[in-house]
């Protein structure tokens, strides 16, 4: 597709399950980032792709968070064991590189009942 | 620590004057700033950015200008139409935050409304 696409657009689970949301970015970007926003705050930065260096995962807020991509396509974002506070927009975006402008995906809204 | 501020949560004004965007920062690494658009139930969208080196880009009716010594950059629109009316979300990056590269830090947005 031409822009970032993520799946599922909602996802609404109980507290203690795992989730995985999907993100598959514009083709030929070599740079992916996981970001959440939860109700009324800012972006949070999660996890950085860039290639296939090693991803920077300083934002994972615990280690129930994980994320893969493989080369440079789909990457999934792994929530186990979810709480109430993961509730947010997970947001996915991708850039043809380092430091250019970011393409946002629609996000997938979560909720943990 | 809030390394991005956008004091101002939100902002309306009247159409076909004049909007003023404000964004502090901490981190006087931070090189490349860049301003996102988002409307509800959409991801951001970029808009406009600056670099470091310079003190002000234009684009249209939207302008960012970048005060250094302040570490403060503003996004002006002129004139501003109802369509303008989203979260504007302010971000920065260094070339290697935290040891990363690429890494965005966004402050938490902007309200605008503008009114007919």
């Known amino acids: 597709g031409a822009g970032v696409s993520q799946s599922p657009s909602n996802k609404v689970t109980e ?34 792709f860039q290639g296939n ?12 968070f994980s994320a893969e991509r493989t080369g440079e396509s789909v990457s999934t974002l792994t929530i186990q064991r979810t709480q109430q506070e993961d509730s947010a927009v ?3 975006a991708s850039s043809p590189r380092r430091n250019e ?7 997938t809204q979560l909720s943990v009942l | ?10 902002l309306s004004v009247q159409e076909g004057r004049i909007s003023i965007l404000n964004c502090d920062y901490t ?12 409307y509800p139930a959409e991801g ?16 249209g009716r ?10 403060h950059l503003s996004l002006h629109i002129v004139p501003s139409q109802p369509g303008d009316s989203a979260v504007y979300f302010c971000a920065a990056s260094s070339p290697n935050y935290g040891g990363s590269q690429g890494n965005l830090i966004f402050g938490k947005g902007t309200k605008l409304s503008v009114k007919p």
């Open chain 1, 15 to 48: 507290k203690g399950k795992d989730v995985e949301l999907r993100c598959d970015p514009i083709s030929g970007h070599t740079a992916l980032y996981w970001y959440r926003q939860r109700l009324g705050q800012g972006l949070e930065f999660l996890i950085y």
């Open chain 1, 53 to 64: 260096s090693a991803p920077d995962k300083s934002g994972l807020p615990s280690d129930r």
């Open chain 1, 90 to 92: 997970y947001l996915c």
């Open chain 1, 101 to 107: 402008k970011l393409f946002f995906g629609s996000g």
């Open chain 2, 1 to 10: 620590d809030q390394q991005v501020k956008q004091n101002s949560p939100s």
């Open chain 2, 27 to 38: 981190n006087s690494m931070f090189d490349y700033f860049l301003w996102y658009k988002k």
């Open chain 2, 44 to 59: 951001p969208t970029f808009l406009i950015s600056i670099s470091s080196i310079k003190d002000k880009n234009e684009d």
């Open chain 2, 62 to 71: 939207f302008t960012v200008f970048l005060n250094k010594s302040a570490k």
